[in-house]
């Protein structure tokens, strides 16, 4: 009541009124200001000057007294006629913390470019920044490239922006959000599998850590419908049973029932070519495929590998003579395709095996001696060319041996004027007695012969490991070509009538006859590589005769090689008999789901057999019709004559396509005019030509593993390979995240 009688309402003056500063409750200020004094021209005037209070909502006057700041009347105002006001306020505090956080967020580019205009920091300063930067690098262990990690300079620039101080959160902070994240992203990705995703493929494999846990790795590939390639890293699953097909069909059982995969709309599994994995797709019952990768592995592999690791002991003390990263390709597979050669055969497969063994260590005692190195360097400045590391293959690729030999025979010169030098006094004196084998031109010629052999299978691996356009469609044609390659004996054949073989298209061909047809051993060399060219065509007919014309049809669909010249005549009208029925059977599948009431005539059409049987009688009777229209109205023979003329005009088409464009481009622009086969595209331009992307998250989760995090729960390590492999896929960016984690 008292309160009252210290209000006076305040009409006939003007007031003048202005904030207070330093308020510690600004709730309590919201409609409410201090009144200035009636006289004076001062334009700023402080807290204690003030002849009271006033509030603007309801227009009175509220005892103030500015020398004790006692604030306990402006208090018992707002909760008495404003309270519901500082509920709000109260309600709307940690919201109005976010938006000023998302504030930022929103002006982090502006930010970002405002640095450019901050003025650059004293030398002093950079020279000190410099140097904590350095002492962090050192210390931690970094790698020199994470000054150019771009999250870590968007951040440093951020926090540069704001000119506040920014708290680091603790590991436990980050690891939480990690979680969360994680489980966050995971939602979104089977919406948007749900919503965007028809058809699709998967890869699957499995690997082990340095703390020897395994784990499974299964991608997911799709094409949406304006013919964008997606993909998606559905699992990093540790596992703890056998590697039985049973086992491994369980965790498959278990994606498609947490991830709500249909199973019919699976196009293909892409796998190694283990029979474990091909017994876990049988149980699945989902259609699979081998590697393509992993079958140019197995074919070329006999060729390249040792059954026995390099007895190489080092006398030199700064050589590591270790033989952890030497190739070992010793597998049960390799194994038995070696044992099936001729004898001819082995002798050439154990000369080259034995030339690539000398070639390992050579290039690996270079590469661990300091004194080789700086040796084999001075040697390469020496002939004035740019000095060149020697490549050291690895234990899981034969393409990584393939580098080897390649970078070897480009350094054949250097290699062989270092080996040499060995021999003498001073390089024994020098290196320590160290001996390393001798690379014979004759060897030289062999080994280089070998390259060329083997090369379009390092081609075709490159090819067909991309992750960011069509692979399978486009793996037939290529493995055609490499047929021909190797069914062609005369590659390195000189025909004495024509001169001119210099001028052949294939750059190694020619430099591989310049350098050796006039050797006496050319003749025996090239026999020897006829040898390898035979053998590894019957390798190639084996591991890949499963590969009917029910696979290679699906070519067409590049609409680069629609017309199927790889194909014989025979199988390109075969092939395109299968493109009608695929386009057809799509078809009938879509006007069943159009027309609910088709499914019983599809049915019928299925068990036609059953029918016919003695248990006929007891059916009921089809009603009559036309036999090419079903019972929804839907003309089958129209359909199939649509469909026809419309496979015809796509496989006719006389434009050009160039090969630079992608196939996905193309029918993002092309789709409407063939609106029964651009279905058929999205189905199957979405399969990936090897397990390639799994293999590609092993990579991942190696980097995430370090010896330095050998404590890292699989738990965590699943958690954050799939949110870095997926975070930019489904659309989390740093706004939407603060609203996440805050």
């Known amino acids: 009541m008292e309160e009252e009688k210290q209000e006076i309402v305040d009409s006939s003056n003007k007031l003048q009124l202005y904030l207070p500063t330093r308020v510690t409750k600004p709730e309590n200020w919201q409609f409410i200001k201090l009144v200035a004094p009636k006289t004076g021209t001062k334009k700023k005037w402080k807290t204690n000057e003030c002849m009271g209070a006033y509030c603007e909502k309801c227009q009175v006057h509220i005892v103030y007294n500015p020398k004790t700041g006692n604030t306990k009347a402006v208090q018992n105002h707002m909760v008495k006629f404003h309270g519901k006001y500082l509920i709000d306020y109260k309600d709307n505090k940690e919201d109005g913390k976010k938006k000023r956080a998302l ?5 982090f580019a502006r930010k970002k470019q405002r640095m450019e205009d901050l003025l650059p920091a004293s030398q002093s300063n950079q020279a000190i920044a410099d140097a904590m930067l350095t002492l962090w690098v050192c210390k931690s262990l970094r790698p020199f490239a994470i000054v150019e990690d771009e999250g870590l300079i968007d951040y440093i620039h951020y926090v540069v922006a704001l000119q506040r101080r920014v708290k680091v959160p603790s590991r436990k902070s980050i690891r939480k959000n990690v979680m969360s994240l994680s ?45 964008d390639m997606i993909d998606y890293t559905l699992e990093v699953m540790p596992l703890t049973e056998r590697h039985t097909g049973e086992n491994i069909k369980d965790c ?48 070329t592999g006999p060729f390249l590998v040792k059954k026995d690791k390099d007895n190489d002991e080092s006398n030199d003390g700064p050589c590591d003579e270790s033989t952890d990263d030497v190739a070992d390709y010793n597998s049960e597979e390799i194994e038995e395709i070696t044992n099936c050669f001729d004898l001819s055969t082995t002798k050439v497969i154990s000369e080259l095996v034995k030339i690539v063994s000398s070639i390992r260590k050579i290039v690996k005692y270079v590469k661990k001696s300091t004194i080789a190195k700086e040796y084999f360097e001075n040697l390469q400045i020496a002939q004035g ?22 970078k070897a025979l480009r350094l054949k010169v250097e290699i062989s004027m270092f080996t040499n030098h060995l021999t003498t006094s001073i390089g024994k004196k020098e290196f320590n007695r160290k001996k390393l084998p001798l690379i014979t031109e004759e060897e030289w010629c062999l080994i280089h012969g070998l390259s060329i052999v083997i090369e379009p299978f390092h081609t075709a691996t490159v090819t067909l490991s991309g992750e960011k356009y069509p692979t399978f469609v486009f793996a037939m044609p290529i493995l055609r070509v490499i047929k021909k390659f190797l069914m062609n004996q005369d590659i390195f054949t000189i025909n004495s009538n024509d001169p001119d073989f210099l001028l ?58 629609r017309s199927l010249k790889h194909l014989t005549a025979v199988e390109r009208i075969t092939a395109k008999n299968l493109f009608v029925e695929e386009v057809y059977e799509l078809a009938l599948v879509k006007a069943q789901e159009e027309f609910p009431e088709l499914h019983t005539t599809l049915e019928g059409r299925n068990n036609d057999n059953m029918t016919k049987s003695k248990l006929a009688e007891i059916f009921d009777s089809p009603p009559k019709m036309n036999n090419a229209t079903s019972s929804s109205g839907v003309d089958y023979r129209a359909l199939r004559c649509r469909i026809e003329r419309e496979v015809d005009a796509y496989m006719d088409l006389t434009h050009f396509v160039s090969p630079s464009l992608s196939p996905l481009e193309w029918w993002k622009r092309n789709s409407p005019f063939f609106p029964n086969i651009y279905p058929i595209a999205r189905k199957w331009l979405c399969v990936p030509a090897t397990s390639t992307p799994s293999e590609r998250v092993f990579s ?28 930019d896929a489904v659309g989390l960016d740093v706004e939407k995240i603060v609203k996440l984690i805050s």
């Not at 504030?103 to 002006?107: D, N, Q, V």
């Not at 995703?197 to 094409?223: C, K, N, P």
Request: proline residues 1%; positive net charge.
């Open 103 to 107: 504030i930022g967020i929103e002006k």
């Open 183 to 227: 489980k966050e992203v995971s939602d979104r990705m089977n919406k948007a599998i749900e919503k965007n995703i028809e058809f699709y493929a998967l890869t699957s494999d499995i690997w082990s850590s340095r703390t020897m846990q395994s784990y499974m790795a299964v991608t997911m590939h799709a094409v949406t419908k304006d013919f």
């Open 252 to 299: 498959f059982e278990t994606i498609f029932s947490s991830r709500s995969l249909k199973k019919e709309k699976l196009v293909m599994m892409l796998r190694d070519n283990a029979s474990n994995g091909k017994r876990a797709c049988e149980l699945c019952d989902i259609p699979s495929f081998g590697c393509i990768g992993h079958g140019f592995h197995l074919i």
């Open 385 to 406: 060319h740019k000095t060149l590391q020697l490549d050291l293959d690895v234990r899981t690729r034969w393409n990584s041996t393939f580098a080897m030999i390649r």
């Open 504 to 561: 052949e298209k294939d750059d190694e061909i020619k430099k591989f006859k310049s350098a050796y047809s006039e050797e006496i051993f050319y003749n025996d060399v090239t026999k020897k590589l006829k040898y390898v060219q035979r053998n590894l065509l019957d390798q190639f007919k084996e591991r890949f005769r499963g590969m009917d014309i029910g696979i290679l049809w699906t070519s067409v669909l590049d609409p680069r090689i």
């Open 700 to 727: 991942d989760c190696g980097l995430a593993g370090t010896a330095r995090r050998s404590t890292l729960s699989s738990d965590a390590l699943q958690h954050q390979v799939t949110l870095k492999r997926n975070i």
